[in-house]
């Protein structure tokens, strides 16, 4: 059955809270795949986007099973990398940085924000690009919500 996590990760001092996404499903084929996305809201930052992929059914002889939770924590390692990556120029500005410590759990209310504040446009991206069905469902919803109006008073 496919899955998918989603976690924040603070990527600036101050600002809004970037999004992890982390999917793992077999295909049609029975091969399974991962994919890992890192969203920084902000419109001049590139979306993050990663494909895991194996050629092997299962790992025979092995005390590891190729599943869809070995496909998760490798899909949630490759966003600490792209994590590490991003935020290697900015760690000036972050000061000491633990990665381990950046990435936590995070619930809908979140990606809700980011949607109707127009904050992480990416969403889309990640709508349009993910295989995992039930991710793509679940983001429907939350990307046909309007924007909220902020003005001045």
Same mark, same amino acid.
């Given at each position: 059955?496919?899955?998918?996590?989603?976690?924040?990760?603070?990527?600036?001092?101050?600002?809004?809270?970037?999004?992890?996404?982390?999917?793992?499903?077999?295909?049609?084929?029975?091969?399974?795949? !991962?994919?890992?996305?890192?969203?920084?809201?902000?419109?001049?930052?590139?979306?993050?986007?990663?494909?895991?992929?194996?050629?092997?059914?299962?790992?025979?002889?092995?005390?590891?099973?190729?599943?869809?939770?070995?496909?998760?924590?490798?899909?949630?390692?490759?966003?600490?990398?792209?994590?590490?990556?991003?935020?290697?120029?900015?760690?000036?500005?972050? !000061?000491?940085?633990?990665?381990?410590?950046?990435?936590?759990?995070?619930?809908?209310?979140?990606?809700?924000?980011?949607?109707?504040? !127009?904050?992480?446009?990416?969403?889309?991206?990640?709508?349009?690009?993910?295989?995992?069905?039930?991710?793509?469902?679940?983001?429907?919803?939350?990307?046909?919500?309007?924007?909220?109006?902020?003005?001045?008073?």
């Amino acid at each position: 059955m496919a899955k998918y996590q989603i976690f924040s990760a603070k990527t600036s001092r101050f600002g809004e809270l970037s999004i992890v996404i982390v999917t793992a499903f077999f295909n049609p084929g029975g091969y399974p795949l !991962g994919e890992s996305f890192l969203l920084v809201p902000d419109d001049k930052e590139p979306i993050f986007a990663k494909s895991l992929r194996f050629v092997v059914k299962s790992f025979p002889d092995s005390p590891i099973e190729l599943n869809e939770d070995f496909m998760l924590e490798e899909a949630l390692g490759q966003a600490r990398i792209n994590l590490a990556n991003y935020i290697e120029d900015k760690a000036k500005s972050l !000061g000491e940085i633990d990665i381990s410590e950046l990435i936590k759990p995070a619930d809908v209310k979140l990606l809700v924000h980011l949607s109707v504040t !127009g904050a992480c446009k990416h969403l889309v991206e990640v709508y349009r690009q993910t295989e995992c069905e039930p991710l793509r469902e679940f983001l429907r919803p939350i990307l046909e919500l309007p924007n909220i109006s902020i003005r001045d008073l």
